[in-house]
């Protein structure tokens, strides 16, 4: 029972190249999140998709893009990587309702 | 802004103690949940307590809601090496649809 997967686990970039983070959930689930972790902020949501075929906005949502590609899956583009997105990202998912989101294991990006 | 604040911030103690940690939130909400974060991975859903109840039990975690204070605890009782651990409290806000405003955590160590 994988629940979500992410990939890749760690990735190293420079300053202005482009990279999609996937991330798979096999729980059928409805809603999907994209989050940012940085030291002492807690977790910040990106973008999150509440059905497939919608995708919103969240609380810092700049610098990002996402495709809901199916109920399974949800990406999440950087299209010109700066330093300031150095972190961990974190994809989760839950059913409607409410209820627990489920998480991935994290991406562990570098931006240099 | 970060929605959730938890108190303290790092808390250390011995294992077969009782841990307690706090989290305040600013505006009303639909539920609160807390999630646990081992180092590494990502969060684990621990429990989620509704905006019309005031204690709820699991295991070891007993966790408390005022509403009128905005403000919820979180109790680990009988407390083990295992968790050692970073808690997030998490509020589903009213009206906010499906999204999950995260606070910034409390580490917590246990030690033998």
């Known amino acids: 029972n994988a629940g979500v997967t992410q990939t890749p686990k760690f990735q190293v970039l420079k300053t202005g190249q482009s990279m999609t983070l996937q991330c798979a959930q096999d729980m059928n689930h409805n809603s999907m999140y994209w989050y940012r972790q940085d030291p002492g902020m807690g977790l910040r949501l990106i973008y999150y998709s509440a059905s497939e075929g919608t995708t919103d906005k969240g609380e810092v949502p700049n610098g990002y893009n996402v495709s809901r590609l199916n109920k399974r899956e949800f990406s999440l583009r950087l299209e010109s990587a700066a330093p300031s997105q150095t972190s961990v990202y974190f994809c989760?998912?839950?059913?409607?309702?409410?209820?627990?989101?489920?998480f991935g294991d994290g991406t562990r990006l570098s931006i240099l | 802004s970060q929605q959730g604040e938890e108190d303290p911030q790092a808390l250390s103690i011995q294992e077969g103690e009782n841990a307690t940690m706090n989290c305040s939130y600013k505006?009303?909400?639909?539920?609160l949940q807390w999630y646990r974060q081992n180092s590494g991975r990502g969060l684990v859903h621990l429990i989620l307590?509704?905006?019309?109840?005031r204690e709820k039990h699991s295991g070891r975690l007993r966790v408390t809601l005022d509403t009128s204070k905005k403000s919820s605890s979180l109790l680990i009782t009988a407390s083990r090496a295992a968790d050692t651990a970073s808690y997030f409290c998490?509020?589903?806000?009213?009206?906010?649809?499906?999204?999950?405003?995260f606070g910034t955590g409390t580490q917590l160590k246990v030690e033998l």
């Open positions: 998490a509020t589903a806000l009213t009206g906010g649809g499906n999204k999950l405003t």
């Open positions: 989760a998912s839950r059913t409607d309702s409410p209820s627990a989101q489920h």
């Open positions: 307590i509704r905006s019309n109840e």
């Open positions: 505006t009303s909400i639909n539920n």
